[in-house]
Structures are given as structure tokens and as C-alpha cells.
């Protein structure tokens, strides 16, 4: 059974950090492509960073500079280091282990409430 379980989210000042965490089990970690997603009311949900099993990673233009994904295959735990955080960030974030080689369809975690508010 995969479980995919986000945590880190809340609540920020426009400027601040937050680390988001997900924790991955039943699934061959360190083989899987990941991502992280967010989506804002009334928006659709789009990509944040994406990292591959190999460690290579890219990001949406809206957080580059600012945005670090990485992951711990030896803690099955993706997270991604969000930095100068703005208001325009607040969604709720999802994780998700993307289909491939390993994986026949993809598996989101329940997500996790960002809010950047003064």
C-alpha cells in the first residue's frame, strides 16, 4: 500500500521559510521520480519541483531562487526548502511519486496548507 504524507505546512510571514517533508512508504523510494504540487483556490494544480531518482531536479519559473527540493532515499522523505516566501504562494502543497519504470500510475499524499499572510 502507498502512503505519501506531507507535513511542514502553516502559517508564515510574506519573507519566511518553511520546509514541507514527505514521508514515503510501499514504494521502492530511491527508484521513483517525485514532485512537489500545490494547488490555490480556484486554480488548477500545477508543478513546483520535480526530482528525479538520479537527484536531478528542475522548478516552475514562479519559484526559482527560491524553492530547494531535495530527498533522503535512506529516510524514504522528499521535502522541499521553500525560501522568501510570498502571498502568492499560499495553496496547499501536495507530494507526489510519479508513474515510471517503477511505478504503473502516479500517488499523491493529502497535502499540506501553505499560507503566507502578514
Known amino acids: 500500500q502507498v502512503q505519501l504524507v506531507e507535513s511542514g505546512g502553516g502559517l508564515v510571514q510574506p519573507g519566511g521559510s518553511l520546509r514541507l517533508s514527505c514521508a514515503a512508504s510501499?514504494?521502492?523510494?530511491?527508484?521513483?521520480?517525485m514532485g512537489w504540487y500545490r494547488q490555490a483556490p480556484g486554480k488548477q494544480r500545477e508543478l513546483v519541483a520535480a526530482?528525479?531518482?538520479?537527484?536531478?531536479?528542475n522548478f516552475a519559473d514562479s519559484v526559482k531562487g527560491r524553492f530547494t527540493i531535495s530527498r533522503d532515499n535512506a529516510k524514504n522523505t522528499l521535502y522541499l526548502q521553500m525560501n522568501s516566501l510570498k502571498p502568492e504562494d499560499t495553496a496547499v502543497y501536495y507530494c507526489?511519486?510519479?508513474?515510471?519504470?517503477?511505478?504503473?500510475?502516479?500517488?499523491w499524499g493529502q497535502g499540506t496548507q501553505v499560507t503566507v499572510s502578514s
Open positions: 510501499g514504494i521502492i523510494f530511491r527508484l521513483t521520480d
Open positions: 507526489k511519486a510519479e508513474s515510471g519504470l517503477v511505478l504503473s500510475k502516479g500517488y
Open positions: 526530482i528525479t531518482s538520479g537527484g536531478s531536479a
